[in-house]
């Protein structure tokens, strides 16, 4: 398991940057922990920083989730698994229920970042 990179933190702030419509994007903040930094995030990012898809994230109504980077790879190859780690589909469904929506989806993810979780107060209420 990698190292917490923030010390004895419990809890993350995870916040996925996705691409809609050629720079158009959107985003979306998760509270996870560090079990789903270590076992969801980490490694699918992994796998969507190797993709060399010029588009590296197929999320629409029309087609299943699932990163680009992964139309050459089968799961059950062991290059795969030597490559991005024991993973399957549940990991990459669990991982997009932390992406951004849209009414097209999204076909790359920009950016995905992480720092410790703080509780904020919305001075607008």
Not at 38 to 66: F, M
Not at 97 to 122: L, M, Q, R
Request: charged share 25%; proline share 5%.
């Amino acid at each position: 398991m990698p190292a917490q990179i923030f010390g004895d933190i419990m809890d993350y702030r995870l916040v996925i940057v996705g691409d809609t419509n050629d720079a158009d994007y959107v985003t979306e903040i998760s509270k996870i922990d560090q079990e789903t930094l270590d076992n969801i995030i980490r490694p699918v990012a992994k796998l969507i920083k190797n993709c060399t898809e010029h588009y590296n994230w197929n999320d629409s109504e029309y087609q299943e989730r699932y990163p680009r980077a992964l139309k050459s790879y089968n799961f059950d190859e062991k290059p795969h698994k030597l490559l991005f780690g024991d993973f399957d589909q549940d990991t990459l469904q669990h991982f997009s229920e932390y992406c951004p929506c849209f009414e097209g989806g999204i076909h790359s993810i920009e950016s995905i970042t992480i720092t410790p979780w703080v509780e904020e107060e919305n001075l607008l209420v």
